[in-house]
Nanobody, 124 residues
Framework: QVQLVESGGGSVQTGGSLRLSCAVS????????MGWFRQAPGKEREFVAS????????RYTDSVKGRFTIYRDNADNTLYVQMNSLKPDDTAVYYC?????????????????WGQGTQVTVSS
């Protein structure tokens, strides 16, 4: 069956960095758009970033542009997001998601498979 397993979350201070990973199995990884979403306490889950199957096209929500970088290793079936200059507002549970097709999407319901999430906490 399809599995998406996030790792790499933790606690950092403002300005720190983390790299999240999402190990994917049970699907043809390179054929899927991949995305990162996050959910802060008391808020709805929101789009963070997405990347096409080939890795050539990426998309970011405005609040993380210039600080986060999404990338993937299709040989290793793994998705990453490098998060730099972290802020307290980045505190959330981060989820990876997979979407069939060729175009990226910011819409949660467009994604077919989800991981269980990993907690990121940024303290001031």
């Amino acid at each position: 069956q399809v599995q998406l397993v996030e790792s790499g979350g933790g606690s950092v201070q403002t300005g720190g960095s983390l790299r999240l990973s999402c190990a994917v199995s049970g699907l043809t990884f390179s054929s899927y758009i991949m995305g990162w979403f996050r959910q802060a306490p008391g808020k709805e889950r929101e789009f963070v970033a997405s990347i096409t199957g080939s890795g050539t096209n990426t998309r970011y929500t405005d609040s993380v542009k210039g600080r986060f970088t999404i990338y993937r290793d299709n040989a290793d079936n793994t998705l990453y997001v490098q998060m730099n200059s972290l802020k307290p507002d980045d505190t959330a549970v981060y989820y990876c998601a997979a979407r069939r097709g060729f175009s990226t999407s910011t819409i949660e319901s467009h994604y077919d498979y989800w991981g269980q999430g990993t907690q990121v906490t940024v303290s001031s």
